[in-house]
């Protein structure tokens, strides 16, 4: 892992879009569309926003990428303002100029158990039928889950039905009318799916994050602690601010590789 602390959440988001480019460049550099896969929230707003002005600048052009999110709700109609693909167009593709037939996201609207299982098998399809994913944009929740993989969450987990928690649901009701609004379950890229990225960018911003982050990266590799897997992956980048990064006991060595000197692992 590389782990940056920056100083403020608008240098964590630079330091992630660094890192997101580079990797689509490199993808690009092999003669593929770029896959890009897309994370919801709070978290990956202002790496969306680096992202729009590297577009504006002429430093990056994503008409050639394809998108891919990371999970839906089940139980949504298409076109439901606080369903993922419709959040994803407005907070992410508009902003990047990715175009919206590019975007591959779960088939949440499906119904039925069958149906259901069905799209998530179909979604994890497409995700090999596109190449894999280049890079996975990632948010990590206050219980340390990833995607919707929830603490419990099978390390080698494909893309799935999953219920969510409690914690998730309340702290996602503010996109609803009412917390009995929220759909009690999602599709989400399982936990082993999201580890086949060939790079994970992580950004925690913001002091309800302490806890989960020092838990992820410090911690056992655990299903106690879903986001603990970014400790197996080869090629994780994990960009925080002061704040998310205030439970971390190794703090010293994130601030080496702050400075531009090598990362550790
Ligand atoms: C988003 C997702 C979630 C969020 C996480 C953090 O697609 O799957 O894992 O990344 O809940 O959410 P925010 O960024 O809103 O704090």
Redesign the pocket.
């Known amino acids: 892992m590389e782990t940056f602390v920056a100083a403020t959440p608008e240098e964590a988001s630079m330091r992630a879009a660094a890192a997101v480019l580079d990797a689509l460049e490199r993808a690009a550099s092999s003669g593929r569309d770029p896959v890009l896969g897309l994370?919801?929230?709070?978290?990956?707003l202002g790496l969306y926003a680096e992202l729009g002005h590297a577009v504006a600048d002429g430093r990056a052009d994503f008409t050639h990428t394809h998108g891919a999110?990371?999970?839906e709700y089940v139980g949504l109609p298409s076109g439901h303002p606080a369903g993922?693909r419709h959040v994803l167009m407005r907070e992410a593709c508009d902003v990047i100029g990715l175009p919206p037939e590019r975007l591959a996201v779960p088939r949440g609207d499906v119904v039925g158990l069958a149906a259901l299982d069905a799209a998530a098998t179909a979604y994890e399809t497409r995700l090999r039928e596109l190449g894999g994913v280049d890079v996975q944009v990632?948010?990590?929740?206050?219980n340390g889950?990833?995607?919707?993989n929830e603490p419990g969450s099978a390390l080698r987990s494909r893309t799935r039905v999953k219920r969510l928690a409690a914690r998730?649901r309340r702290?996602n009701a503010r996109f609803f009318g009412a917390p009995q609004d929220v759909p009690t379950h999602c599709i989400?890229q399982g936990l082993g799916t999201i580890l086949d990225a060939r790079r994970l960018v992580l950004v925690a911003v913001g002091d309800a994050?302490a806890d989960a982050v020092a838990a992820a990266l410090e911690g056992p590799l655990t299903a106690s602690v879903p986001a603990s897997v970014l400790q197996w992956h080869p090629d994780a980048v994990i960009c925080l601010d002061e704040a998310a990064a205030s439970g971390l006991r190794n703090r010293q060595y994130y601030d080496d590789a702050a400075a531009g000197l090598p990362g550790g692992d």
């Open positions: 994370a919801t929230g709070s978290s990956p999110a990371l999970d993922y990632l948010g990590i929740g206050a889950h990833l995607g919707f998730t702290d989400t994050k």
